[in-house]
């Protein structure tokens, strides 16, 4: 390969918030690298100055070509492990909110290399900043609760934005931080902050007053670095699934065998065990991501969590959907695509049904020296049916249910999961219920989305007016025959004079997921297999990459699980 310098081009990058907004892709925050050789290591790492967009709302051969917004780094800082939400298409509006300063100083949107003297230079300190597309402008404000409390600002939530208008930031941290001036001199932000871990969640209500924020206290411990999804359609305003991070302290990390669910509409908390195809369940991880599709039919809904770095020290690749109601995991083969693992990248769920997971960035994790991504583009495309990595988007394909999903969980391509809770029962009967409350057709409503029906366990789900006189005769007539033929049975049965004794025990299908198989190695073998990638040494400075590793001072046990994020 030739390494004869040319334009400077993308390398890598990480730390990125996404959101979707009328079908378009927007990134904003993190940093960027860019190398003029294809096969050597970035020549630069840059706060990213701009708002990234890529527009998903057409068919296309290859993936969007990318529109760049001008980012205001004089007025407001380029942040990192943040939140960063569409606040809905009626609004045309996006907000940005917690997280911290980014390390690297920005360039302009012009010139990556040149760095601005009046960089915005300060953490975010309770502050969000809201985006008005139409007008290309930006408001700046304070976030408090509706009583007025003002609300500090945490770095590495676990975020997600429902379609009931609501945001949520769930635990998180915040300490003494460092960044780099535009000199290339490393300096302190929040000097002398002694760590602070969050087990509380922020609420972002956009509905009501402009916007209010609530503070809510929750029984998990504190975390941080996982991910935040909501299932629309469960519950009367959704479910969150909260999956991986840890609790700030990395010996400590947050299994996948026991996930955690809350109910949006009732505020509580559930914890739930799941099962595993062949008993093999995803290795614990930080700085992964995770897009939910549900089935067409409304019978399961599916989770896809991609990459991260794991709790053996080593970057993934892996694709693993955990399929709700029967909350059971697998693992999704995968073909095509550069085979590199990545963690802390940008993931959003785009498409008809939420078809393909597209992807921006994300770090190998071998430090701020390794080589350019191999094909030195930012985004790529996994088609969530067939597991096939790619570029070409097709607006018009439906999500449907892969194989592998449905093999485990019953039902076929279209739904039709015949495993409709997990296999050892929910843990309380009313998450069981959020999940019987409707349930959605194949065909479609006025508005042109799923139709949603009452769930009467009838084969129609919808309700019955009563049986016209015409079908009152039939059932009687049937019943009647019925009662003839018992006792033309019963006579029979007598004139044998033998007992009947019936012991029959249906065979349980392994394809309907309540089988584990016995496993066929252990746990630690299974994940070599599959993680290749290791981190091999320590960032030269000045530099925070990669997170992990950094020393911390953090407060006794018994007060970081009391901590409130307001203050």
């Not at 769930?170 to 300490?175: E, I, S, V, Y």
């Not at 959605?440 to 042109?448: A, D």
């Not at 004079?497 to 065979?507: D, I, L, M, T, V």
């Amino acid at each position: 390969m030739s390494s004869s310098k040319g334009p400077r081009e993308f390398c890598w990058s990480r730390e990125q918030m996404s959101t979707v907004h009328k079908g378009k892709v927007y990134l904003t925050g993190g940093f960027i690298t860019e190398s003029t050789t294809r096969a050597g290591p970035p020549d630069s790492l840059f706060g990213n100055p701009d708002i990234i967009v890529y527009d998903f709302s057409k068919s296309s051969s290859d993936i969007p070509a990318v529109t760049k917004i001008p980012y205001p780094i004089t007025d407001i800082p380029v942040l990192k492990w943040g939140s960063f939400w569409s606040l809905g298409d009626d609004t045309d509006k996006l907000l940005l909110s917690q997280g911290e300063l980014q390390f690297y100083h920005p360039g302009t949107s012009e010139d990556h290399l040149k760095y601005p003297k009046d960089a915005a230079r300060v953490q975010p300190d309770g502050r969000s900043f809201e985006y008005d597309i139409s007008s290309n402008t930006w408001k700046t404000s304070t976030t408090r609760t509706k009583e007025g409390v003002k609300l500090n600002s945490a770095a590495r939530v676990s975020t997600t934005f429902s379609k009931s208008g609501k945001g949520f930031a769930l635990g998180g941290r915040m300490a003494q931080g460092s960044y780099m001036d535009s000199n290339s001199q490393v300096r302190t932000s929040n000097p002398g902050m002694v760590l602070s871990q969050f087990s509380s969640m922020l609420i972002y209500d956009s509905k009501q007053n402009g916007g209010t924020w609530t503070n809510q206290t929750t029984e998990l411990d504190t975390n941080e670095s996982g991910t935040l999804n909501v299932v629309e359609g469960v519950g009367k305003e959704g479910l969150l699934v909260f999956l991986g991070g840890n609790t700030g302290d990395e010996t400590q990390w947050r299994s996948l065998r026991t996930i955690q669910v809350y109910d949006i509409e009732a505020g509580r908390w559930y914890q739930q065990d799941t099962t595993a195809t062949s008993g093999f369940y995803p290795p614990e991880r930080i700085h992964h991501c995770t897009v939910a599709a549900s089935s067409p039919d409304g019978s399961s809904h599916n989770i896809y969590m991609y990459g991260g770095w794991a709790s053996t020290k080593n970057t993934l690749s892996d694709v693993w959907v955990l399929s709700l109601p029967a909350f059971h995991w697998t693992r999704l083969s995968t073909t095509g695509g550069d085979g590199v693992p990545r963690m802390d990248m940008a993931c959003e769920a785009v498409g008809r049904d939420n078809r393909y997971m597209f992807v921006f960035g994300g770090d190998p994790g071998l430090g701020p020296a390794q080589k350019c991504d191999k094909d030195t583009k930012p985004g790529q495309l996994l088609d969530l049916t067939t597991g096939q990595w790619g570029r070409r988007f097709d607006v018009e394909k439906r999500y449907e249910v892969p194989d592998a999903v449905y093999a485990s969980i019953g039902g076929d391509s279209t739904g039709g999961a015949t495993m409709k809770e997990p296999r050892e029962g929910f843990v309380d009967p009313a998450l069981k219920a959020l999940f019987v409350q409707k349930q959605t057709s194949p065909g479609k409503s006025s508005s042109g989305g799923p139709e949603e029906v009452e769930d009467t366990g009838s084969t129609t789900g919808k309700k019955s007016k009563g049986l016209p006189t015409s079908g009152i005769v039939g059932v009687v007539v049937g019943v009647i025959a019925v009662l003839l033929l018992l006792g033309l049975v019963a006579f029979l049965i007598r004139r044998r004079k033998k007992k009947a004794r019936y012991s029959y025990e249906g065979p349980i299908s392994e394809s309907q997921g309540h089988v584990v198989g016995e496993l066929e190695g252990t746990e630690q073998s299974e994940a070599k297999r599959y993680n290749t990638t290791y981190y091999t040494g320590a960032p030269a400075a000045p530099t925070e990459l990669p997170v992990y590793g950094s020393e911390r001072v953090e407060l006794p046990t018994s007060e970081r699980r009391t901590l409130s994020i307001g203050r």
